[in-house]
């Protein structure tokens, strides 16, 4: 099992009307709400947890891209890992992902994965989202029915960027290249493992299984209602022949809550994660889903957007119908692990992304959950797939000898510099 | 009306075709042709009228290689002589019309009369369209119809939102027609039109609603100023879809082009 720690980075200071007020939380939000002076500080403490989360023994930390978003202020999660790599140590950046249709040119995506996995010592985990309609057509401008063939075609280019080490010539329909030769490359060969966030397209389904990439289901709705989806990518697996049905083929988000008691635990937290499922996931409708966006054929398998809130909202939803529901696993350490192993049986996943930090959850707090998981759950859930321990394709694989930050300069060139 | 179908180089077409007169083609809307549109009957009196279906239209073929506007301007040009004209009455609504300008600007011997009833394809930063692709279903007709209240109810006639079958066929008509159309439309309705207006030699007559508030009538003067000789028709009383609103004053209109 592979556990990261995640940070959506939500916007913590939503006003309490914000429902009521304005109509989404994404695309066209206010950027009134934004205060440019708190953000020091939130994404500072932000990345302190994510490297809090790093010393307790969590495989990864993980951050993620979000556009003109109040519960995503992470437009570029290359320089929040480009941060995070340089002060941790033996933990996966998992990057998941960058967007690559959004790059022009994609090599750019190539470049900066490759520096973060070399400034990390090979520690980086990629991931290559088509992006949400939100952020990819509505604030990105990428036509919907063309996104996924730029998306493919990125890819391609990217792949070839990484394993091919002569200059080459890239004649795409999106991009046209003449001398394709990025420097540096990355230390993990042939390529950092690769993690590809979907949302139930049965395209994305196949691209993973045909690329040996790990499918990750990153949503709000949880386990209960993340079972009929991933059962889909389960019998798409079997249903293509794919060599194993490894579970680390597999990833899954969950919203996690641990203090001492069940009782504690929704004193401690219900106000933040009805912050998150409240305010936080306040999107407008028309944002959802442009058409186009979703092929026919993801239509056609009854698959809604993964953004479609449940017919009658989120907003009435209580700490307890949050809990029954599966939408988020809160609790007693003993509680939270049995609802996390009928998640990682129930779902067949091998990477657990932790939702940890939730909506305008305070340091302490989220610090608090996440050292009781660490210490608590996790050991008790890191073996429940004994037969594919080995299984090393999804994750990275770091340097043994990685340098220490604030190494240089070496103490034999110290020693020159000081004889002058 | 007549539903047929023509083979072109690309894909086969779906097309209407119906009464009597000079040949006259029409380009639909991002709406598509609604089978109960009572402006091609009215149409068909005065011409001999072809009205071609996008590709992804109603039950047409999708055709993933049409991709950007010249795509879509050649391929209507292939539509227009697989059908065997030459020559015909030009006219198109809304994306429609982007299309049919288009065509007049690139193949500009080929059309002497051109009819643009509110055509998209041009953009005044002052005057912003309204994101047609970020609208939910109840908010359109305040933009689509003079007759809100009206317009309502021709938009939710038939509507089943609580049934899943329903919704899904929905969906997947809307995937297929406005995903065609957000590669012409999306997310801004220009494709480098005002550029190759100087190039149209045809009569042209561009016609407008008057309470149009997707695309306002001031494009319609924007439209006036880039095309040679060009004349506006105002019809009161008329949203975007004229078509529905005003049918008889669109087709009297249009005759000016017999």
Request: net charge neutral; with cysteine; hydrophobic share 30%.
């Given at each position: 099992m592979k556990f990261t720690w995640f940070n959506l980075m939500p916007w913590p200071y939503l006003p309490d009307d914000f429902r009521e007020k304005h109509?989404?939380?994404?695309?066209?939000?206010?950027?009134?709400?934004?205060?440019a002076e708190k953000s020091h500080e939130v994404y500072n403490t932000y990345m302190d947890l994510l490297e809090y989360a790093g010393t307790l023994g969590f495989d990864g930390i993980g951050v993620n891209e979000h556009h003109q978003n109040g519960y995503g202020i992470m437009p570029s999660p290359n320089i929040i890992a480009a941060g995070l790599a340089r002060r941790t140590k033996d933990v996966g950046i998992v990057v998941l992902g960058n967007s690559i249709a959004l790059y022009n040119p994609p090599v750019r995506v190539a470049e900066e994965f490759a520096m973060l996995d070399c400034i990390s010592g090979g520690r980086l985990v990629a991931g290559f989202p088509v992006g949400t309609s939100m952020d990819t057509?509505?604030?990105?401008?990428?036509i919907p029915a063309l996104t996924r063939e730029k998306y493919l075609e990125a890819h391609d280019l990217i792949m070839k960027a990484w394993h091919n080490p002569d200059p080459f010539a890239f004649n795409g329909r999106y991009n046209k290249l003449r001398h394709v030769n990025i420097w540096p490359r990355p230390i993990q060969k042939p390529n950092p493992p690769i993690h590809i966030p979907g949302g139930g397209s049965v395209e994305t389904y196949d691209f993973c299984i045909d690329n040996t990439y790990s499918y990750s289901y990153l949503s709000f709705s949880g386990y209960i209602r993340g079972k009929a989806l991933m059962q889909g990518y389960w019998d798409r697996v079997a249903e293509r022949n794919a060599p194993d049905t490894s579970p680390h083929r597999a990833g899954f988000a969950q919203t996690i809550c641990v203090a001492d008691t069940d009782e504690e635990a929704e004193r401690l937290y219900s106000e933040h994660v009805l912050y998150f499922y409240n305010r936080c996931l306040h999107v407008y409708a028309g944002f959802a889903d442009a058409p186009g966006y979703r092929t026919i054929k993801t239509i056609q398998t009854g698959a809604l957007s993964q953004y479609a809130p449940p017919i009658d909202g989120y907003a009435h939803l209580t700490w307890k119908d949050l809990i029954e529901g599966g939408h988020v696993i809160a609790g007693s350490p003993e509680t939270v692990r049995q609802r996390m192993e009928e998640l990682i049986k129930g779902l067949r996943v091998g990477n657990i992304f932790c939702l940890m930090h939730v909506g305008n959850m305070p340091k302490e707090k989220a610090m608090y959950s996440t050292q009781l998981f660490a210490e608590k759950v996790m050991p008790k859930l890191r073996h429940l797939y004994p037969e594919y321990a080995d299984d090393g394709r999804f994750w990275c694989k770091p340097m043994k000898a990685q340098v220490t930050p604030?190494?240089?300069?070496?103490a034999e060139d110290a020693a020159r510099l000081a004889r002058g | 009306m007549e539903l047929k179908t023509i083979q072109t180089p690309r894909v086969p077409v779906r097309y209407y075709e119906g009464g009597n007169g000079k040949p006259l083609v029409f380009l639909h809307g991002a709406g598509g042709i609604i089978p109960t549109d009572p402006f091609l009957d009215k149409l068909a009196k005065r011409f001999h009228v072809y009205a071609p279906l996008l590709p992804?239209?109603?039950d047409s073929q999708e055709c993933?290689?049409?991709?950007?506007m010249l795509d879509f301007t050649l391929h209507t040009l292939d539509v227009v002589e697989s059908l065997g004209l030459k020559d015909p009455i030009l006219t198109g609504h809304s994306m429609g019309g982007m299309i049919a300008a288009e065509m007049a600007a690139v193949a500009h011997n080929d059309f002497t009369r051109l009819g643009l009833i509110c055509p998209a394809g041009l953009w005044i930063d002052k005057h912003p369209i309204a994101d047609l692709f970020a609208m939910l279903p109840y908010e359109m007709p305040a933009y689509l119809f003079h007759d809100v209240e009206m317009g309502t109810k021709l938009m939710t006639a038939g509507v089943a939102l609580d049934n899943p079958e329903w919704l899904k066929g929905f969906l997947v008509m809307n995937a297929r027609q406005m995903g065609t159309a957000g590669k012409l439309?999306?997310?801004?309705?220009?494709?480098?039109l005002s550029e190759r207006l100087y190039r149209i030699k045809a009569k042209t007559l561009l016609v407008w609603g008057a309470s149009d508030k997707l695309i306002p009538p001031v494009y319609g003067e924007a439209f006036k100023k880039a095309i040679k000789g060009a004349q506006l028709a105002i019809i009161p009383k008329a949203g975007h879809l004229i078509n529905l609103e005003q049918p008889d004053e669109l087709v009297s209109a249009l005759g000016q082009l017999n």
């Open positions: 109509r989404s939380v994404w695309v066209d939000i206010d950027s009134r709400l934004f205060d057509n509505y604030c990105y401008g990428q604030g190494s240089l300069p070496r | 992804g239209y109603g993933s290689t049409l991709r950007d439309l999306f997310p801004v309705p220009d494709r480098g």
